[in-house]
């Protein structure tokens, strides 16, 4: 019913730049609230950002506010995860994922629809 694809994942040095998009198949994306997560080995699932249905609201965790940021283009049914200013720290498989309630949400037990994940690595 709902696919999520991310990519864009890959190796990029300290200080440098990438960016995710998070396509999804649905019909009524535009109606959907989209999260990132990141899961680093033997760490729980943790939280990045979320942005509404519209656009109006967007969270960032503490970890990558100011470096981070996320958009959508409901036209194409995509979501995107500019970072910047990469650390060591930011290496973790990277996902996104969608709710159908339309409302961000930090809490990633909220989210219905998962995608498979995309690897980042930032090398010191």
């Known amino acids: 019913q709902v696919q999520v694809v991310e990519s864009g994942g890959g190796l990029v040095q300290a200080g440098g730049s990438l960016r995710l998009s998070c396509a999804a198949s649905g019909r009524t994306f535009s109606s959907y609230a989209m999260g990132w997560f990141r899961q680093a080995p033997g760490k729980e699932r943790e939280f990045v950002a979320a942005i509404s249905w519209s656009g109006e609201i967007i969270y960032y965790a503490d970890s990558v506010k100011g470096r981070f940021t996320t958009s959508r283009d409901n036209t194409k049914n995509t979501v995107y995860l500019q970072m910047n200013a990469l650390k060591p720290e930011d290496t973790a498989v990277y996902y996104c994922?969608?709710?159908?309630?339309?409302?961000?949400?930090?809490?990633?037990?909220?989210?219905?629809?998962w995608g498979q994940g995309t690897q980042v690595t930032v090398s010191s």
């Open positions: 994922a969608a709710t159908y309630t339309g409302r961000a949400t930090t809490n990633r037990y909220e989210y219905i629809y």
